[in-house]
C-alpha cells in the first residue's frame, strides 16, 4: 500500500512550488520537516501524492489527505478552520491521534472507503470534538474517498467535509420554539399551561439539559415546575432571583449530546419589560457541549418569551374567565332579585290598578275633571310599572329555563301593521315619519303572539326614543325558509365598539342622546331571548348620525298545539298603554296660565312627560312655570327669561341635572339661582354628592307635596334679595297663595321650620345698593346654533325696552346685534366652548352690546358674501371687531336716540 518515496514522476511539481499557492496552511506545510514523518522529504514524494497535495490546497472547500498506513494528514485552509484549536498541531501527523476522541465514530467510514474504494456519503455527521477546550457538540456532512498511489493501489484517504454544527443546532430550536407556541393545555388553568410548557421542553435535552419555573408569590419566589432533574435538588422558595443557583456541578446533572456532567445554568425573567407585570423567572441548565454564544443565549431568551406569552395568557384568560363567572354571577342575582321583588309588586299593583280602573270606568257618578286627570296619570304610571314588572319575570323565566314560546298560525302581517299602527300617533307628534310597508305573506306563520308583540314593540319604542329627524320604516317580507322583519330609523345611530353590546342584559350605551333617559336596559335583550324562543336570529346594523337597522329573522315554524286556531292576534292593553305613555312623553306640555299676583318663575327641568305634569299641577296655582325635557333646554330657557327657581332632575338626555347646575353656576348672569335638585336616588351619599356640586336643595322621589312646596318657597324667598337689589326701589311682594291641606293632614311647614331642614351650600344672595343712574345689564350665553338667534333676540328687545328706547332704535340695534350673532355661528371655527356670549348694557348715555365667540374666523375669499353684514350693522352702530386667540369680540356702541317730536311738538 506505501508508494516508492523515490518514485518521482517526471513533471511532477518540484519541492519548490508543491505548496505555493496553499495560503497560510500551505506555508506551514512548506515549513514542516516532512523527513520526520512516515511520509518522508517532500522530494521523494510520488508524483500521486504531490498532485493530491496541490489539489487540497488549491481549493476553498474543508479536504483532509491521510497518506499510508500511519494517515499522515495533510489539509487546507478551509479543514484548519474547522478543528480549530488542534491547528497546526495535527499537520503531519496521525489522523487517529489528533482525533483520537471522534476516531470511534470515523474510523469505520474512513477504513471502507479505503478497503473497498467505495466512497462514503454522511450528511450531518455527529462528531465530538475538544477544538475549544471542551467535548463539544458538532455536525459535519463528510464525504471519505480512496487515494490512489503512482501504482494505481490504494495509498490513503481523501475526504470532502463541511461543518453543519449551526444549521442542525438552528434547526431543533427552531423547531423546541415552535412545540412551545403549540402546547395545548385547558385555557385559564396556569398550572396546566406551565406542566404542558415543562413536558414540551423536557423534548430537547440538548439544548436545555434541566429547568425550573419559579413564579411570583409576593415576598419572594416559589417552585412552580421543574424538567430534566429531581425538583427536591432544587430549593422550592427564594427570597429572590439572586439566590437561585448559578453554577450546578454540584447537583450531579449530565446532559448534552456527550452526557457530561451539566455545570452551569442561567436565570431568565418571565415578563417584566416595561409596563408588564414580572411573572416569575426561569432557571435554564447549559448544555455541557455548548458554549453559550449569543445566539444560544437567543434561544434561550425566546425560550423564556414562550414561557411568558403563555402563562401571562393564561392568566388573562383566568382572570377574564373569572370577571365573566362573577358578572355571570351578578346577572343571576340580578335577576333573581328582580323576580322575586316582580313577585311581591304583582299583589300591591293588582289592588292599585284595579280600584283606580273600576272608578274610571263607572260612569254612574261622573268624575270632576282635575280629580280624572290625577286618576289616569295614576294609571298610566301603574301600567308602566306593571310592564316593568311583566318583562323583568319575562327574563327571569327565560334565565330560569322555564319560557317557551307557544306557536299559532299568525298573521304576522296584518298584526305587525297593526302593532305599529299603535304606535303611529307617538311617532307623528314626536315629528317623525312612520312608514309600514308589511303585505300579506304567502305561506303561513306560527309564532307566540305575545312575544311576537313585545319583540316589534321595543324595536319601534327603541326607534322613536333615539329618532329626533327622519323617520322610522317597519318592513315585513317572507322568504323561503323564513320571515324577515326590519325596523330602520334615521337616529343617532351607534358606536361601533357597542354594537357587539346592545343585546347585552343591562348593557346601555354611555353619553347617548335620547328623548328621555328611563328604561331598565333589558328590552333589546328581551328581543334576542323572545326571538331565540323561536328559533330566530336578530342582528343589528348601525352608524353614528345616520341610524340604525334591526332585522329580526324567524322561522314560519310549526303549530306547539294541536288546538283550533283561535282569534286573530290584536294588540293587546298593554300595547295601548305603551304607546299612551309615548304619546304623553312626546306631547308638548300645557302650560296653565300664571295665577294672579305671582311675583316668581319656576323652570321645571324633567325628562318624563307624567313627572313635568305632575310638578307643573303642585306649583302652577302659586307661581309661573315653565318647563323643559332636559338640560340643554333648560339653559336656552334660562338665558331667554330668568327664572326665579330651577327644579330638575338629574338623569336626563343630552344634559343632566349636574351639567345643567355646573353651566348656570358658570355664568355669571345665572350663577345666583337657587337650584334644587329631584333624584331617584335616596340616601345621605345622593344628597352628599348634590351638595357638593353646589344645588341649594336636595329631595329624593318619591315625596310629599307639601314638602316639595315648602322647599320651593324657601329657594324662592332666598333669591329674592337679589331681585329686590336690581330694582330701583322695593317693590313688596304679594302674598303667596298657599294650596289647601286635605282634611286630616298636617299643613305645610312654615319657612322658618324649612329653612332649618334644608342645608344650603351657598348664603342667601345680599342685595345692592341702588344707583343714582340706573343702568340695565344683562350678560347671556346661547348655544352657538342658528335656533338661538330667535331667543336672543327676544332676550335683547326686553332688555332695550326696558330701558325706554326708542322703538326705531330698538329695532336698528336688533338687527346689527342678531347679524354679529349670526356671524359668530357662522364663522367661529372649532370653538374651545360651542356658546355665543351677549352682554348689553343700557345706560342713560346709550346702549352697548357685545357678541362674543370662541373660535377662529375662517379666512375671507370672494365668493364670501358676509361683508354686507357688516355695512348694515355699520349703518345703525359704531362696530369694534377685535379678533383674538381665544375669540373674535364684536362690540356695538349707540348713544340713546331722542324720540322724534310728536305732531305740534
Same mark, same amino acid.
Given at each position: ?52 497535495? +496541490?489539489?487540497?490546497?488549491?481549493? +476553498? ?182 439566590? !437561585? ?19 452551569? %445554568? ?69 335577576? %333573581? ?27 254612574? =257618578? ?93 324595536? !319601534? ?176 330657557? %334660562? ?6 327657581? #330651577?327644579?330638575?332632575? #338629574? ?10 347646575? +355646573?353651566?348656570? +353656576? ?5 350663577? =345666583? ?12 351619599? *345622593? ?9 341649594? =336643595?336636595?329631595? %329624593? ?26 330694582? #330701583? ?16 293632614? *298636617? ?129 345703525? *352702530? ?28
Amino acid at each position: 500500500m506505501a508508494p516508492d518515496p523515490t518514485s518521482a514522476a517526471p513533471g511532477s511539481p518540484s519541492a519548490a512550488d508543491l505548496f505555493a499557492g496553499g495560503g497560510e496552511t500551505g506555508r506551514l506545510l512548506a515549513g514542516l520537516d516532512w523527513s520526520a514523518t512516515p511520509v518522508g522529504p517532500v522530494e521523494g514524494w510520488p508524483a500521486s501524492l504531490r498532485y493530491a497535495v +496541490r489539489t487540497i490546497l488549491a481549493s +476553498r472547500f474543508p479536504m483532509i489527505l491521510t497518506w499510508g498506513p500511519e494517515y499522515t494528514q495533510l489539509y487546507n485552509d478551509g479543514y484548519a478552520t474547522l478543528i480549530g484549536a488542534k491547528h497546526p498541531g495535527a499537520l503531519g501527523r496521525d489522523l487517529r491521534v489528533t482525533q483520537a476522541e471522534g476516531w470511534a465514530v470515523l474510523q469505520g467510514p474512513v477504513e471502507h472507503a479505503v478497503t473497498t474504494r467505495e466512497a462514503s456519503w454522511l450528511p450531518r455527521l455527529p462528531l465530538l470534538l475538544e477544538r475549544a477546550g471542551y467535548r463539544e457538540e458538532t455536525y459535519f456532512t463528510v464525504s471519505h474517498a480512496p487515494a490512489f498511489g503512482d501504482d494505481g493501489l490504494v495509498a490513503g484517504m481523501h475526504a470532502v467535509c463541511t461543518e453543519v454544527t449551526n444549521e442542525v443546532l438552528g434547526e431543533r430550536r427552531q423547531q423546541l420554539l415552535h412545540q412551545l407556541s403549540c402546547t395545548e393545555a385547558e385555557r385559564g388553568d396556569e398550572q396546566a399551561v406551565l406542566a404542558g410548557l415543562c413536558r414540551t421542553l423536557g423534548s430537547d435535552p440538548l439544548d436545555v439539559p434541566f429547568a425550573a419555573v419559579y413564579l411570583d408569590e409576593g415576598d419572594g419566589l416559589r417552585r412552580a415546575g421543574t424538567v430534566g432533574c429531581p425538583a427536591d435538588l432544587l430549593p422550592a422558595s427564594v427570597p429572590d432571583a439572586a439566590a !437561585l443557583p448559578g453554577p450546578t456541578g454540584g447537583l450531579g446533572l449530565v446532559g448534552g449530546f456527550w452526557q457530561d456532567p451539566v455545570r452551569d %445554568a442561567v436565570v431568565l425573567p418571565l415578563g417584566g419589560a416595561a409596563g408588564e407585570e414580572r411573572i416569575g423567572v426561569l432557571v435554564a441548565g447549559i448544555s455541557p457541549n455548548r458554549a453559550l454564544d449569543p445566539e444560544y443565549r437567543t434561544f434561550l431568551d425566546l425560550v423564556a418569551g414562550q414561557f411568558t406569552s403563555a402563562l401571562g395568557n393564561a392568566r388573562a384568560f383566568g382572570t377574564e374567565r373569572r370577571r365573566a363567572e362573577s358578572l355571570a354571577e351578578l346577572d343571576r342575582a340580578k335577576t %333573581a332579585f328582580f323576580s322575586d321583588v316582580s313577585h311581591e309588586l304583582r299583589t300591591p299593583l293588582t289592588l292599585l290598578l284595579g280600584p283606580i280602573s273600576d272608578v274610571l270606568a263607572d260612569t254612574s =257618578d261622573e268624575l270632576p275633571r282635575a280629580a280624572r286627570d290625577q286618576l289616569e296619570l295614576a294609571l298610566r304610571n301603574g301600567q308602566r310599572l306593571q310592564r316593568l314588572v311583566n318583562d323583568l319575570m319575562d327574563v327571569a323565566s327565560i334565565e330560569a329555563g322555564r319560557a317557551e314560546a307557544v306557536r299559532v298560525e299568525t298573521d304576522v302581517a296584518a298584526f305587525t301593521a297593526e302593532l305599529a299602527g299603535v304606535l303611529r300617533a307617538a311617532a307623528e307628534r314626536a315629528g317623525l315619519q312612520l312608514r309600514v310597508d308589511c303585505p300579506p305573506l304567502g305561506r303561513p306563520v306560527h309564532v307566540d303572539p305575545r312575544m311576537w308583540e313585545k319583540v316589534v314593540l321595543n324595536l !319601534l319604542t327603541n326607534a322613536v326614543k333615539y329618532t329626533f329627524v327622519g323617520g322610522i320604516e317597519v318592513i315585513l317580507r317572507g322568504e323561503a325558509d323564513q320571515v324577515v322583519l326590519t325596523v330602520a330609523d334615521t337616529g343617532i345611530g351607534i358606536p361601533a365598539a357597542e354594537l357587539p353590546l346592545v343585546f347585552d342584559r343591562f348593557h346601555r350605551v354611555r353619553g347617548s342622546s335620547a328623548r328621555t333617559r328611563e328604561g331598565t336596559g333589558i328590552g333589546l335583550a328581551l328581543v334576542r331571548e323572545l326571538v331565540g324562543l323561536h328559533g330566530g336570529t336578530v342582528t343589528v346594523d348601525s352608524e353614528p348620525g345616520a341610524g340604525s337597522t334591526f332585522t329580526v329573522a324567524v322561522p314560519y315554524g310549526s303549530p306547539d298545539t294541536s288546538a283550533d286556531a283561535g282569534p286573530a292576534a290584536t294588540p293587546s292593553v298593554t300595547a295601548h298603554g305603551t304607546a299612551a305613555s309615548w304619546v304623553a312623553d312626546v306631547t308638548p306640555d300645557d302650560l296653565p296660565d300664571a295665577p294672579a299676583g305671582a311675583t316668581a318663575t319656576i323652570l321645571v327641568v324633567d325628562d318624563n312627560a307624567d313627572m313635568r305634569s305632575y310638578l307643573t299641577r303642585l306649583l302652577a296655582p302659586i307661581w309661573r312655570v315653565r318647563t323643559c325635557t332636559n338640560g340643554e333646554e333648560a339653559l336656552a330657557s %334660562a338665558a331667554e327669561h330668568r327664572p326665579d327657581v #330651577v327644579l330638575t332632575d #338629574v338623569m336626563m338626555p343630552r344634559m343632566d341635572g349636574f351639567e345643567l347646575l +355646573r353651566r348656570l +353656576r358658570a355664568d355669571p348672569a345665572t350663577r =345666583d339661582i337657587p337650584v334644587i335638585m329631584l333624584t331617584a336616588r335616596a340616601g345621605q351619599e *345622593a344628597a352628599v354628592e348634590g351638595f357638593a356640586a353646589g344645588v341649594d =336643595d336636595h329631595l %329624593a322621589k318619591p315625596f310629599q307635596a307639601a314638602e316639595l312646596i315648602a322647599r320651593v318657597r324657601v329657594a324662592v324667598e332666598r333669591g329674592s334679595g337679589a331681585r329686590e337689589g336690581a330694582a #330701583v326701589g322695593p317693590v313688596p311682594a304679594p302674598p303667596v297663595p298657599t294650596p289647601p291641606t286635605p282634611a286630616g293632614q *298636617a299643613g305645610p311647614a312654615g319657612p322658618a321650620e324649612v329653612r332649618a331642614l334644608v342645608p344650603t351650600c351657598r348664603p342667601p344672595a345680599t342685595s345692592r345698593p341702588p344707583t343714582t343712574a340706573p343702568v340695565l345689564r344683562e350678560h347671556w350665553r346661547f348655544p352657538a346654533a342658528p335656533r338661538a338667534i330667535p331667543a336672543l333676540r327676544r332676550a335683547l328687545r326686553r332688555v332695550l325696552t326696558a330701558a325706554g328706547l326708542d322703538e326705531d332704535q330698538v329695532y336698528d340695534l336688533l338687527l346689527a346685534a342678531c347679524e354679529a350673532a349670526t356671524n359668530a355661528v357662522e364663522h367661529a371655527q372649532h370653538p374651545t366652548q360651542p356658546v355665543v356670549e351677549v352682554t348689553i348694557e343700557a345706560s342713560v348715555d346709550g346702549v352697548e352690546i357685545t357678541v362674543r365667540d370662541h373660535g377662529q374666523w375662517r379666512e375671507r375669499v370672494p365668493s364670501m358674501d358676509r361683508g354686507r353684514g357688516a355695512t348694515l350693522m355699520s349703518a345703525f *352702530a359704531d362696530v369694534a371687531v377685535v379678533p383674538g386667540p381665544e375669540g373674535t369680540t364684536v362690540t356695538i356702541r349707540s348713544p340713546r336716540t331722542p324720540p322724534l317730536p310728536g305732531p305740534g311738538g
